[in-house]
């Protein structure tokens, strides 16, 4: 790729991720149905160090394999951990303050982010296709915010 395209477009950012929007009717207004393979990806060092906490695992490589085999106990943990960290959902272009919003995640199966139809007009979002991303705000601080 061209020097254009390696700096300026596209960047990685840790505790992110980005998927398709379904409806969620189910959902209350402050929730987003959140996939259970994109939280594990994004909450995974919060699930090792509860893990280790609690004595399941005694390191980290063994709790990255318990992860990676998906035992019963790392939904457990993972369910825990999300219910204390709410996720920003963004959907470019971002273009008022409404195009980004905070939601409590609730894990969900499936690939696809879920929201509640209501909220989609801030959004200024529907469900042909389009994408969100979804970000971690991981201090106190940032979480308050």
């Not at 929730?31 to 695992?57: K, M, N, S, W, Y």
């Not at 990676?68 to 996720?87: A, D, F, S, T």
């Not at 894990?107 to 970000?135: T, W, Y």
Request: a neutral charge; charged letters at 20%; one cysteine or more.
């Amino acid at each position: 790729e061209g020097r254009f395209r390696q700096t300026l477009l596209g960047k990685r950012v840790d505790y992110s991720g980005r998927s398709v929007i379904v409806v969620g009717p189910s959902l209350s207004l402050h929730q987003c149905g959140l996939p259970r393979e994109i939280a594990i990806e994004l909450f995974q060092t919060f699930v090792i160090r509860d893990l280790i906490r609690q004595h399941v695992a005694s390191n980290i490589g063994i709790a990255k394999s318990q992860i990676r085999e998906k035992e019963p106990i790392v939904w457990e943990i993972l369910q825990e951990v999300v219910q204390g960290h709410p996720v920003l959902l963004n959907r470019a272009p971002t273009l008022h303050r409404l195009g980004i919003q905070a939601f409590q995640p609730i894990l969900v199966e499936g690939r696809a982010i879920s929201l509640h139809p209501l909220v989609c007009k801030g959004f200024n979002a529907d469900f042909d296709g389009d994408q969100m991303g979804v970000h971690i705000p991981l201090s106190l601080e940032a979480q308050a915010e």
